[in-house]
């Protein structure tokens, strides 16, 4: 268990939905980075906060967005779906000043 | 533009005998390298890092070797088990910017019996 926990597991929406992805970090860790693994893409890097700020940007659609809420948990947003959007979702957290991020178990999306 | 590579998409090992995972990047800002370990239907779990100014790092049964002229660096695993058994990625960082991983596409390892 890495301490990283993402809800939910399993997502099953529809094509034009909105889906809301929620993450709380490691106990202590102000990073949280933002994963999609889509078949054909390998693991991408969508978006990272630190401490409540955006502190890098990925290759994330405009119809992504994501924040971190005081408490550190993060929720990424996805609007607009579309069938291409399915995939898998990973969070990340690390500690400040360290470079190991720590994974959520995914939460698997399905547009339909 | 794939900067972290991986192109074995997968390896075949006894039990008992040396894994080796190879991977290539391209950018020669990369200054920090890390291996991660993911299991079906769960998230990478970290292995094992090294930082650019090494180029070995060691713990137990795996080591990482950093080649920074070739920009590549490997991943054996001795005595390879059967637990090994899983999908190895490779990830890149730019320190100081984020931190942001940079994923290769991944090894599917076997370990047989």
């Known amino acids: 268990d890495s301490g990283v926990t993402q809800t939910p597991k399993h997502l099953i929406t529809a094509t034009g939905q909105r889906v809301t992805l929620r993450c709380s970090p490691r106990?202590?860790?102000?990073?949280v980075y933002w994963y999609q693994q889509s078949l054909d893409q390998g693991l991408q890097f969508l978006i990272q906060y630190y401490n409540g700020e955006e502190r890098a940007k990925g290759n994330i659609l405009e119809r992504f967005s994501a924040q971190q809420f005081p408490d550190l948990h993060s929720e990424l947003n996805l609007s607009s779906l579309e069938l291409g959007d399915s995939a898998l979702y990973f969070c990340?957290?690390?500690?400040?000043?360290?470079?190991?991020?720590?994974f959520g178990q995914g939460t698997r999306l399905t547009v339909v | 533009d794939q900067q972290v590579k991986q192109n074995s998409p997968s390896l075949s090992v006894q039990e008992g005998r040396i894994s080796i995972l190879n991977c290539d990047y391209t950018?020669?800002?990369?200054?920090?390298f890390l291996w991660y370990k993911k299991y079906p239907a769960e998230g990478p779990t970290f292995l094992i890092s090294i930082s650019s100014i090494k180029d070995k790092n060691e713990d137990g049964r795996f080591t990482v070797f950093l080649n920074k002229s070739a920009k590549h660096l490997s991943l054996h695993i001795v005595p390879s088990q059967p637990g090994d058994s899983a999908v190895y990625f490779c990830?890149?960082?730019?320190?100081?910017?984020?931190?942001?991983?940079?994923f290769g596409t991944g090894t599917q390892l076997k370990v047989e019996l």
């Open positions: 950018n020669s800002m990369f200054d920090y």
């Open positions: 990830a890149a960082i730019i320190t100081g910017g984020g931190n942001k991983l940079t």
């Open positions: 990340a957290s690390s500690e400040a000043g360290r470079t190991e991020a720590f």
């Open positions: 106990s202590g860790d102000l990073s």
